[in-house]
Structures are given as structure tokens and as C-alpha cells.
């Protein structure tokens, strides 16, 4: 089945610095990535996707890119605010076209 | 559109009770998912339905936990009997489609004493 790893799983940046989220997956025939964030208490929320016929996909100060040769995706955040400070998954849908399978989850701190 | 709906939000419960959980998709979702989260294991899919029926249940850790879909608006998970190691945060989640995003519920945070 699919295998998807991420990381780092702890990440600090200051406020407006960047955030990179890196995440690698096994099963060459995924073709659909999405990006949650969960804030505590709450469950993972959607805050954007990207399928395999795209390289990037950009929704304001999030980004996410895509390299189907490698394997990996990676979501980008600029100009980090406090309330970016979360956990973030990455997750794909493998082979069988349902199931989502996560990645272990990076824990976002952003610093004023 | 109201989201996904659990209840109870959080459940305290005594070792060897009955713990049921309640999920109402959003409304037109052909997809269901039980999920549970812990710290150890992070995000586990349990079991998922399509059209109330259901289509793998390879994550349901043993014959203690049960799930049913009556309905198109109505799941449970059931536990029984509980016990301390259930303690986690269990999350329904819908989707659209096969491959569509799932959107996830606020989750019941279950305590086994």
C-alpha cells in the first residue's frame, strides 16, 4: 500500500519568515495530495490540494509543488503569521483510489 | 452546510462500558470515514463506507469496535467492551467521490479510565 513520510516534524520560523513542509510517497500511481491543518481541539481542515497533472498550486500565501519523478510534494507558506501555528498533514490517495494515507504530521510554531 | 457532525464532543467513560460515537456526513457524500488519532499512531483510517455499505474495515483494530451505516446521514462507531488503550480522538470524515477531498468533523475525544 501506499507510504507517505514527511518533515521535519517539528518546525519554528519567525514571524514573515517561510515555512517549508516536505513530504514523500510511495505509490507511484497517486495522483491527488492534499494539505490539512489541524488546530488544537479541532480536526484537520483542507487548506489546499494539488492532483498530478499539476506542478504548483498556489492559494495566497500557501504554495504547494508537486515532482511525480521524485515522488515528493512540498507546501510552502510565506510570510508566516502566529495563527499559521498548527499541525499540518500531508496525505495522498494511493492506488486504490479511495483512502487517504497521512503523513506523521509537522508541528508549525511561528514566533512573533 | 453545516459540516460533518459528531457527538458527543468528548466521552469519559469507565473501563469495559459501551462507548457509542455518532457521525452525520455532509449531505450528498457517497463516502464515509472513521478515523482515529493518537499520539503514538498519529491519523489511522478504522473503516470506510460507500453508499452506507461497508468497504474495508482492515484498520478496525479488533472485535471490539463496530461500525454501521444505517443511512445516508447517520454512522456510528461503537466499542464494546472499552478499554484504557481506546482513549484517543476518533474524527468522521465525508467525501464527494472516490479521490475527492474528505472533510473532516470536529471529533469525540474518548477517555477510558
Known amino acids: 500500500g501506499e507510504n507517505v513520510e514527511q518533515h521535519p516534524s517539528t518546525l519554528s520560523v519567525q514571524e514573515g519568515d517561510s515555512a517549508v513542509i516536505k513530504c514523500t510517497y510511495s505509490d507511484s500511481a497517486s495522483n491527488y495530495f492534499p494539505w490539512y491543518k489541524q488546530e488544537l481541539g479541532k480536526g484537520p481542515q483542507l487548506i489546499i490540494d494539488i492532483r498530478s497533472n499539476v506542478g504548483e498550486k498556489k492559494d495566497q500565501r500557501i504554495a504547494v509543488t508537486l515532482n511525480k519523478t521524485a515522488k515528493h510534494f512540498s507546501l510552502h507558506i510565506t510570510e508566516t503569521q502566529p495563527e499559521d501555528s498548527a499541525v499540518y498533514f500531508c496525505a495522498a490517495i494511493g492506488n486504490a483510489g479511495n483512502m487517504l494515507t497521512f503523513g506523521g504530521g509537522t508541528r508549525l510554531m511561528v514566533k512573533p | 452546510d453545516a459540516g460533518v457532525i459528531q457527538s458527543p464532543r468528548h466521552e469519559v467513560t469507565e473501563m469495559g462500558q459501551e462507548v457509542t460515537l455518532r457521525c452525520k456526513p455532509i449531505?450528498?457524500?457517497?463516502?464515509l470515514f472513521w478515523y482515529r488519532q493518537t499520539m503514538m499512531r498519529g491519523l489511522e483510517l478504522l473503516i470506510y463506507?460507500?453508499?452506507?455499505?461497508?468497504?474495508?474495515d482492515s484498520g478496525m483494530p479488533e472485535d471490539r469496535f463496530s461500525a454501521k451505516m444505517p443511512n445516508a446521514s447517520f454512522s456510528t462507531l461503537k466499542i464494546q467492551p472499552s478499554e484504557p488503550r481506546d482513549s484517543a480522538v476518533y474524527f468522521c470524515?465525508?467525501?464527494?467521490?472516490?479521490?475527492?477531498?474528505?472533510?473532516f468533523g470536529p471529533g469525540t475525544r474518548l477517555l477510558v479510565l
Open positions: 470524515a465525508s467525501s464527494f467521490s472516490a479521490g475527492e477531498t474528505q472533510y
Open positions: 449531505s450528498g457524500h457517497d463516502y
Open positions: 463506507f460507500n453508499n452506507n455499505v461497508p468497504i474495508d
